[in-house]
T-cell receptor
Framework: GGIITQTPKFLIGQEGQKLTLKCQQN?????MYWYRQDSGKGLRLIYY???????QKGDLSEGYDASREKKSSFSLTVTSAQKNEMAVFLC??????????????FGPGTRLLVL | AQKVTQTQTSISVVEKTTVTMDCVYE???????LFWYKQTASGEIVFLIR??????ENATVGHYSLNFQKPKSSIGLIITATQIEDSAVYFC????????????FGTGTTVSVSP
């Protein structure tokens, strides 16, 4: 077994501020993901990374940067927070690809509120 | 377009009965992977069950089973002998074979199980 840890749990920012969210996993999984969930909606992919120092853009990458510093950690930066923005950012990881290797496991989320 | 649609916004059932949720998907790929996730009231997202498109047998895990109808592009989730703790939002998701490792999520179905 393993666990995904996301910090912080809650993040309150100001309009225009740069905000960084962090994710750590101890599954030893190769692939990590960042999703955004808006109220009443499904999850949408922001970025993913198949290995250390790799980055792949998802549909929602505009306004975000990501960094895969090492296999176990994946950071997401909101480059300029938008006023009244409210969403949950979810980190996930999967072992790799093929067979059951691509099943994704999720962290507890970071709740963002921009004032 | 690649899309996942869950038309049922909410379902209410009585404990110990069976609940069925619908999900239809669109994809250009001949191979793809289908997943169901559960999001609890605390926000935790838990992987439940998956169906690979090339497999004809419906997947079953514990009291979760799938009704995979490939000609109809449909993957229903069936929960038998429901318990109060099955109350949650259930998301259907698809990963096409091509196009990276992103999951495409539906908007979710809220299930309420009452005594």
């Amino acid at each position: 077994g393993g666990i995904i840890t996301q910090t912080p749990k809650f993040l309150i920012g100001q309009e225009g501020q740069k905000l960084t969210l962090k994710c750590q996993q101890n599954f030893n999984h190769d692939t990590m993901y960042w999703y955004r969930q808006d109220s009443g909606k499904g999850l949408r992919l922001i970025y993913y990374s198949i290995t250390e120092n790799d980055l792949q853009k998802g549909d929602l990458s505009e306004g975000y940067d990501a960094s895969r510093e090492k296999k176990s950690s994946f950071s997401l930066t909101v480059t300029s927070a938008q006023k009244n923005e409210m969403a949950v950012f979810l980190c996930a990881s999967s072992p790799g690809t093929g067979g059951n290797q691509d099943t994704q496991y999720f962290g507890p989320g970071t709740r963002l509120l921009v004032l | 377009a690649q899309k996942v649609t869950q038309t049922q916004t909410s379902i209410s059932v009585v404990e110990k009965t069976t609940v069925t949720m619908d999900c239809v998907y669109e994809t250009r790929d001949s191979s793809y992977f289908l997943f169901w996730y559960k999001q609890t009231a605390s926000g935790e997202i838990v992987f439940l069950i998956r169906q690979d498109s090339y497999k004809k047998e419906n997947a079953t895990v514990g009291h979760y089973s799938l009704n995979f109808q490939k000609p109809k592009s449909s993957i229903g989730l069936i929960i038998t002998a429901t318990q109060i703790e099955d109350s949650a939002v259930y998301f259907c998701a698809m990963r096409p074979y091509q196009g990276g490792r992103a999951l495409i999520f539906g908007t979710g179905t809220t299930v309420s199980v009452s005594p």
